[in-house]
């Protein structure tokens, strides 16, 4: 798998390829899951989340087999991003992930208008990650956008945005804030977002 490292602000996200493992049919069975989750009403329905999010179930061990294939590229991912950046936090060699959640977005312009799309993080999540299913037209318009986190996002400030190319997951720090770049197309973008919770290992 191929690794990219951004730097951030004072941080980092990493950018891992797994083409060489999710095929395109891996894809379309993934929005046809989506699709069949959002049709039977496993998205969550309320104003703190965007529609349409599903339910927190594609990591879950009951899950189809595809998403399951995707956990495994999510874990590794995960990793890599410890491996690009060694300092990123103290006992980091000791560091034991102790499980996974993630769920899918289905949004297109029309739809993304009619909504808020707050900034927001994944804390207490140790690591967060973006998988880009489907991304129509500019990648770049269709990614996510970080905020430096020195200040919060309320005042403005700095913005970098990173470009959603399909087949890879961005790997970035849960407490990291961010939000989707809205797409500027009516044909579906898919993205899944995951979190990894972690302990130092040894410890209670």
Known sequence: MKVE???LFPTTAVRTDCSDFIYPQDHQDMMDSTDML????VYTDNELTPKYQTSLVIFQN???AVWQKLKRTFVRACENYLEATPQFCSQQKSIEFTGCSAWVYKSWKSMEEG???PWHHHNPAFLSGVYYIKV???PAVGGTEFHDPRTAPAL???FQSIAGHE???IIFPGWLSHKSVLPDSEEPRYVVAANMYAKVNGAS
């Not at 959002?38 to 009403?41: A, H, L, S, T, V």
């Open 5 to 7: 490292t951004y730097n």
């Open 38 to 41: 959002i049709e039977n009403g």
């Open 156 to 158: 403005g400030s700095q």
């Open 115 to 117: 909504q808020q799309n």
């Open 167 to 169: 087949y890879s997951w």
């Open 136 to 138: 129509p037209g500019d």
């Open 62 to 64: 009951d899950a189809p």
